[in-house]
């Protein structure tokens, strides 16, 4: 009968290993990631999540199973950084009788379309083929952050140090 089987990742190209090299050493990202004091926390934030684009372009062009892995780390070292100057600029920007709150839409905003995209990039990539679905994932990653580092408040944003 029909069953799950799995490949052993030598057989799946090599990329057994990618979402491993996305979580790495945690702790040692951690331990960077709260020594970090910039100037301007939300243009990182927003540097550090453009990389989101690194991974998806080296699948993408089919690069070896290394360079996928490699910016996979590049990528969970800068979402560590960039969750962390995140989390500071907000309580540095919100009075503290707003916190939650904020926080609870923060996250509602980060997860409420995962559904809708889970739903729509699989037929897409039967459409479009895997390849430019990758591509244009890329390229929308890559165009929402441009569009946030056009955003003067974004850019010029001082989070306490």
Do not use: K, N, Q
């Amino acid at each position: 009968g029909a069953g799950l089987r799995l490949e052993p990742p030598r057989r799946c190209g090599g990329l057994g290993g990618v979402p491993h090299r996305f979580g790495g050493r945690g702790r040692g990202r951690g331990t960077i990631a709260t020594r970090a004091r910039p100037e301007r926390p939300l243009l990182l934030f927003t540097l550090c999540y453009a990389t989101f684009a690194l991974p998806i372009l080296a699948l993408a062009m089919h690069a070896p199973a290394t360079v996928v892995g490699a910016s996979a780390f590049a990528t969970g070292l800068c979402v560590v950084l960039g969750e962390s100057v995140w989390e500071g600029a907000l309580l540095h920007a919100i009075p503290d009788d707003l916190i939650s709150r904020m926080a609870a839409y923060d996250w509602l905003g980060s997860a409420a379309l995962v559904p809708l995209g889970l739903a729509v990039w699989g037929p897409l990539a039967a459409w479009l083929g895997t390849v430019a679905t990758l591509g244009l994932g890329a390229a929308i990653v890559l165009a929402a952050s441009v569009a946030l580092f056009a955003v003067p408040d974004i850019r010029h944003f001082e989070g306490g140090r």
